[in-house]
């Protein structure tokens, strides 16, 4: 049975949610509740629209164009939902492979280390949103603690590895 995956919107440009223009993927459902947060509307797992990973799939490649240079999947938290994630991403390289793939995620890169998923992606923005680190100066991220993860350096050196900007 295809799990189904709880969505709350699909924005067609971005260049906030990583680097380049950027589909962005908001995932519905998060289970940290960081004051402060963000997206806020986007805790609860009730609401948004369902998908199933193809389905998801095909809504995020209407959207692509030859100037997109990624898929970012924001929330919410999408390693909440991380084996439909896993999923979607899976089929979006089979359809367009010149694509990266970042996620963002309140959860700590060494405390998701072993999901299948990260062997999927390019970059992992990790940790909670800390109100008291809030830095509206910094690139991708909103507080101080959170980290922009490289994440086949990270596999492969098995540590946390940040990435550099070229």
């Given at each position: 049975?295809?799990?189904?995956?709880?969505?709350a919107d699909i924005l067609a440009e971005s260049v906030v949610d990583g680097k380049?223009?950027?589909?962005?993927?908001f995932f519905q459902?998060?289970?940290?509740?960081?004051?402060?947060?963000h997206n806020e509307a986007l805790l609860p797992f009730k609401g948004g629209k369902q998908y199933t990973p193809a389905a998801l799939a095909?809504?995020?490649?209407?959207?692509v164009t030859?100037?997109?240079?990624?898929?970012?999947?924001?929330?919410?938290?999408?390693?909440?939902?991380?084996d439909g994630l896993l999923e979607v991403i899976q089929i979006l390289k089979q359809k367009q492979s010149t694509l990266d793939y970042w996620v963002y995620t309140g959860y700590?890169?060494?405390?998701v280390s072993e999901y299948d998923v990260l062997h999927e992606i390019d970059v992992l923005v990790?940790?909670?949103?800390?109100?008291?680190?809030?830095?509206?100066?910094?690139?991708?991220?909103?507080?101080?603690?959170?980290?922009?993860?490289?994440v086949p350096k990270s596999l492969a050196m098995n540590k946390a590895t940040i990435l550099v900007f070229s």
């Open positions: 049975m295809t799990k189904l995956i709880q969505v380049g223009l950027r589909v962005v993927v459902g998060c289970p940290r509740r960081c004051p402060g947060c095909d809504q995020i490649l209407k959207k030859p100037l997109h240079k990624g898929i970012t999947f924001s929330g919410g938290d999408p390693l909440a939902q991380a700590l890169y060494e405390d990790d940790g909670p949103f800390i109100l008291a680190e809030r830095d509206l100066t910094l690139p991708f991220r909103g507080s101080t603690n959170q980290r922009i993860l490289d």
